[in-house]
T-cell receptor, first 117, second 112 residues
Framework: GDSVTQMEGPVTLSEEAFLTINCTYTATGYPSLFWYVQYPGEGLQLLLKATKADDKGSNKGFEATYRKETTSFHLEKGSVQVSDSAVYFCASPGGDAGGTSYGKLTFGQGTILTVHP | DTGVSQDPRHKITKRGQNVTFRCDPISEHNRLYWYRQTLGQGPEFLTYFQNEAQLEKSRLLSDRFSAERPKGSFSTLEIQRTEQGDSAMYLC??????????FGPGTRLTVT
């Protein structure tokens, strides 16, 4: 079945550092891909998405490019802030035969980002 | 749009007890989803409803788990005879048809 794999281990950065969180997927076909963010004490929020190969999703200074050659959707930000500290999840929609379900999502294991002043 | 709400936010129970969680979706969202998130892992799909009909259940949903959405609005998730392995965050989400889901803050269950 479809799966999403994120880089392991928490990420700790100083403010204004460059961020990359790796995500790779395995799927039949080319599903939409998402990054969700979970701030402390809050629900999951959609951060950005890409619906087809070579699409770039962007929001709040974060970017991710859907690369079918490497089956990747890495999250990047040029200059992180303390307020970006959160858990980040890569996700793809689950599938029923012949279709995709955007509500039935398959998530990666999450990456904890901590940004220090 | 008041968002998806879940109640309670935290629940501590002893092994063997039954617990019930409630989810109130965004009004007019006809789909409602339940996920479970264990420590250090991403959320895992459990089940979903379209209106009052439960359309799919994951194999993660053992016989001790039951979910309902009797009037197509709020939903409840009940766990009978809780086990320590049930300790997790239970997330609810809702959507209009098959559009992207909006997640609630979750109910954290601790089974002692």
């Amino acid at each position: 079945g479809d799966s999403v794999t994120q880089m392991e281990g928490p990420v700790t950065l100083s403010e204004e550092a460059f961020l990359t969180i790796n995500c790779t997927y395995t799927a039949t076909g080319y599903p939409s891909l998402f990054w969700y963010v979970q701030y402390p004490g809050e629900g999951l929020q959609l951060l950005l998405k890409a619906t087809k190969a070579d699409d770039k999703g962007s929001n709040k200074g974060f970017e991710a490019t859907y690369r079918k050659e490497t089956t990747s959707f890495h999250l990047e930000k040029g200059s992180v802030q303390v307020s970006d500290s959160a858990v980040y999840f890569c996700a793809s929609p689950g599938g029923d035969a012949g279709g995709t379900s955007y509500g039935k999502l398959t998530f990666g294991q999450g990456t904890i980002l901590t940004v220090h002043p | 749009d008041t968002g998806v709400s879940q109640d309670p936010r935290h629940k501590i129970t002893k092994r063997g007890q039954n617990v019930t969680f409630r989810c109130d979706p965004i009004s007019e969202h006809n789909r409602l989803y339940w996920y479970r998130q264990t420590l250090g892992q991403g959320p895992e799909f459990l089940t979903y409803f379209q209106n009052e009909a439960q359309l799919e259940k994951s194999r993660l949903l053992s016989d001790r788990f039951s979910a309902e959405r009797p009037k197509g609005s709020f939903s409840t998730l009940e766990i009978q005879r809780t086990e320590q392995g049930d300790s997790a965050m239970y997330l609810c989400a809702s959507s209009v048809r098959d559009n992207r889901p909006h997640f609630g803050p979750g109910t954290r269950l601790t089974v002692t």
